[in-house]
């Protein structure tokens, strides 16, 4: 597994604008971290869609600080636009014989 594909981890910040009040924006908290980003197959779908989630990709990165309310813009290898994702799952993979952690696993999917 290539980690080819680049994502910015957004998370929602309370911004002000300017004349008192305050507005809810999402600012880049971490940015151009590595990953590899796949559309889940039709046996995955399936089960998915039985347990009545939404996700339809699956991103692998290394073990960073993300949550589930951050949204992640991702930028594909060989394309030139990003796109947002929601997280619906995280997963920590850790090593068998370590039991140290190893990566992350992001269950994403697009909000129509």
Do not use: P, W
Request: aromatic share 10%.
């Amino acid at each position: 597994m290539y980690l080819r594909d680049t994502f910015s981890v957004m998370r929602s910040s309370l911004v002000s604008d300017g004349i008192g009040g305050y507005s809810e924006t999402l600012v880049a908290a971490r940015s151009d971290v590595k990953c590899y980003v796949r559309q889940l197959s039709n046996a995955e779908l399936v089960i998915f869609a039985q347990k009545n989630l939404r996700s339809t990709f699956r991103l692998y990165c290394s073990d960073i600080d993300v949550t589930i309310s951050d949204t992640l813009r991702i930028l594909r290898y060989g394309d030139t636009s990003s796109e947002m994702y929601e997280i619906e799952g995280i997963d920590v993979l850790r090593d068998l014989n370590t039991g140290h952690k190893r990566f992350l696993q992001v269950d994403l999917y697009i909000e129509d």
